[in-house]
């Protein structure tokens, strides 16, 4: 069974830092891009950050210069460092996998969401 689980998300005040974790399990992890999503409550989800199975990193560009997307295979681990939090940046936090098994089977798949707050 796929799964990824995330840590991290809590209450923090504007200008503080979080780090976010994502333990995956039931995959081949280095098969896999790795992402970090948000979403707002009524609002659609959106992407954060990647981290690919080839090393690259991308971020948007509301989080730009602020957080740090990291990886660690040989613990199947993403991380999401984030710094100079804004109440804008409250959401629910997502990490995603998406890649192809050994076999070559599509596969994407979804951690529960870890809340981040952001507020005086």
């Known amino acids: 069974q796929v799964q990824l689980v995330e840590s991290g998300g809590g209450l923090v005040e504007p200008g503080g830092s979080l780090r976010l974790s994502c333990t995956v399990s039931?995959?081949?992890?280095?098969?896999?891009?790795m992402r970090w999503y948000r979403q707002v409550l009524g609002k659609q989800r959106e992407s954060v950050a990647v981290f690919t199975l080839s090393g690259d990193t991308a971020y948007s560009d509301f989080v730009k210069g602020r957080f740090t997307i990291s990886r660690d295979n040989d613990k199947n681990m993403v991380f999401l460092q984030m710094d100079r939090l804004k109440p804008e940046d409250t959401a629910v936090y997502y990490c995603n996998a998406e890649g192809r098994s050994a076999d070559g089977t599509y596969g994407l798949f979804w951690g529960q969401g870890t809340q981040v707050t952001v507020s005086s």
């Open positions: 039931g995959l081949t992890f280095s098969r896999y891009d």
